[in-house]
């Protein structure tokens, strides 16, 4: 029925009749096979960055990353490697033109982080006229005396403390002693020229506001995050795990009103204050509002015992969600620091108070045009308050244990516009969700991050950054304000041309963040990346990332929902890619019958991945799917990394069955994302990103049932409905270690479920089956290559 073969050019060749009669194995074995390709080809040797515009390694592969120039992949990743010189060439392609940047990114263990440089009162050496920071891409002339800028050719002086001889090849000769001249990324510790008001700033402050209202005390809410306060607080953010945080904390309760702390150490109890007037807010105390822990830890702990005793007969059910927001905002001006506001909120606002809240749920509009007022914030008022809490670096973590509609949209403007997070949990019962719910806040408390920072991309001559996605504040068109970066958090850059690129200089990017440490130190984190440029389009589809692509195509999709219908977005994605598969096979491949799909080498996943993002609840929700949930998706996913989008669009689902070996490091290979390659037999793991799912087979091998569960009855399997029990034998305790593996990888702890074939359960698991048809009407993969050549056919024709 079919075959499948690589021609000369690269391409990938799906030769089927006119009414698209596939066979599937062969078309959709690709996506397992390309990963597994790329590990087999480029994991055993470290990725070397000193080669302007290679392609690096998928997300999938594990891979070390030596600095040789260029920023690792860990903190850029770009769509292209290799981009067109000219404008009407990017046009004709359609090809994005985009790099993710996660500024702040984790490192591995064996690779080195970010080299600090530290120039003293001096401070970093820029070019002239476009302030780019001294890099690799300088060149050093007049023996050293000067330096032509890279990005805009302008000649500076170099300043006497940093004048060094050239070598014979015109490199200085301290080139490989000084990370700014040798690596692409480093850091600058920052004078006061680069600080608010021309001040060095305080170390930042963290406040936790609890809501007491009547659901979150039933839920359980309030006691596990007091309980679980009194030992986190020691885990605060620092340098130096030898040295104790310097980061201050302060602690306020609330439902209609508020109830402040003051947990001073002279203190023998911890002292309320009430603010009932929530028009307008105010601190109602300076001195023992906001404390060092260990010199207030017996005051703290005294009031985290008493919290949830003193509000467990409330009958309070409204709460406000403005005020609180403004009361941290106003204790920080008061402290003159910047931080961090952790808000652990049940419901949706409705008491009267700025920011007050309406029921605006309405699933009518789902598919209409209006649909888009869904998403949009019910008024300004927190876009407004947003403006302020970035103007302080004040930046809101919001942890939602809702049991009904919340307004996610609203409510999670001040978190994304911050550079905080969402995280949600509803129907929260303390025993099923607990663990979920604490993991995430210990990594969220003790996560490397940076307070009131600012973002500022630089390119070389002929492009620059026009569009920005992610969790920040834009009060111009070239500076990303953060109030709060992460290591988690990435920002995402569309690049336009303004004039022709050269073949020979190629193009250069710079991205530099200035921030606020931990321990209140200014510094400037510097990524540079430099790619080739051409004038054939076949070096172009040779140099493309499909992860990166899909990436930033998702990202634009759910950002176009604000403003457009649904069904306009996903026809715009469709034609999007129809139009860059439509130009390769016009352009780059050898001539073949129409009837011939062709794809280029590295897009060959470009289908499958797109039909994936089509199909997500964002884009195309089933009947179950709530406008809370869609939201929530739709924030989380605008600042995501490539390989979380990755695994979040095409879930992992391994094979456990009885042959496949769990011993060793080595993962079983992955298979097809579908339910025909379920085996009744068989046990599988399914990583969403946010979830994991254990699946049990009707006929699961009873071998098999024993080793993981301790039973070989399957309707006792499903008692373990959310954890597995720790056996003693080698296939339990390797399963345990590859789920313990699975999530330290990703910034969201998932919650396990164990789903038994044919149960009502078994719904949610298929539901991520992606490459299926599902319930909400989304094509088959298949069924979507054959529209997407029906779509390519009639672009050409």
Known sequence: WITFFLNPHQSSHYPHNDNCVCKTAVLSVLQIQVIEDDRANKSSEPFTTGVKGQTPPLVTTNFQVKDQGNASPRFVRCTAYNIPCTAD??????????????????????????????????????????????????????????????????????????????????????????????????????????????????PPSFIFFIDVSYNAVKSGMVNIVCQELKTLLDYLPRENP?????????????????????????LAQPQMMVVSDVSDMFLPLLDGFLVNVNDSRMVIESLL???????????????????????????????????????????????????????????????????????????????????????????????????????????????????????????????????RFLNDLRRDVQKPMGFDAVMRVRTSTGIRATDFFGSFFMSNTTDVELAGLDCDKTVTVEFRHDDKLSEDTGALMQCAVLYTSCSGQRRLRVHNMAVNCCSQLADLYRNCETDTIINFFSKYAYRSLLNTPTKTVRDTLVNQCAQILACYRKNCASPSSAGQLILPECMKLLPVYLNCVLKSDVLQPGADVSVDDRAYLRQLLSCMDVSESHVFFYPRLLPLVRHVKLDGGSLPMAVRNSEERLSKGGVYLLETGLYLFLWVGANAQQELLSNIFGTNLLNACVAFQTSLPELDNPFSQRLREIIDSFRSQRSRYMKLMVVKQEDKAELIFKHFLCEDKSASGGASYVDFLCHMHKEIRQLLS
């Open 305 to 435: 015992d008493q919290i949830p005793e003193m509000f467990a007969d409330t009958r309070e059910t409204e709460t406000v969600f403005g005020p609180v927001i403004q009361a941290g905002l106003e204790a920080l001006k008061a402290a003159d620091c910047a931080g961090k506001l952790f808000l652990f909120h049940s419901s949706l606002p409705i008491a009267e108070a700025p920011g007050k809240l309406k029921n605006r749920e309405d699933k009518k509009l789902v598919g209409t045009d209006k649909e888009k007022s869904l998403f949009q914030p019910q008024s300004g008022f927190y876009s407004n308050l947003s403006k302020e809490c970035v103007a302080q670096g004040c930046c809101v973590d919001l942890f939602l244990f809702p049991n009904q509609y919340v307004d996610v949209a609203t409510l999670g403007v001040v978190p994304v516009s911050t550079g905080g997070s969402v995280y949600k949990y509803t129907y929260f019962q303390a025993e099923m969700d607990r663990e």
């Open 242 to 266: 030898e040295a104790d945080s310097v980061v201050r904390v302060g602690f306020v309760t609330y439902n209609k009103v508020l109830h402040f702390y003051n947990v001073k150490s002279s």
């Open 89 to 202: 060439m990017a046009k004709q392609s359609q090809v994005p033109l985009a790099a993710v940047i996660k500024p702040l990114a984790m490192l591995p263990p064996d690779e080195t982080r970010p080299y600090m440089v530290d120039h003293g009162e001096a401070g970093p050496i820029r070019c002239n006229r476009c302030k780019a920071y001294m890099c690799p891409y300088m060149q050093f002339i007049e023996g050293g005396r000067r330096f032509q800028c890279g990005f805009c050719s302008c000649v500076t002086d170099v300043p006497p403390h940093y004048f060094q001889h050239l070598d014979h090849t015109g490199k200085r000769v301290d080139c490989c002693d000084r990370p700014e001249l040798s690596l692409g990324s480093y850091e600058f510790v920052a004078t006061v020229d680069y600080c608010k008001n021309n001040k060095l700033p305080q």
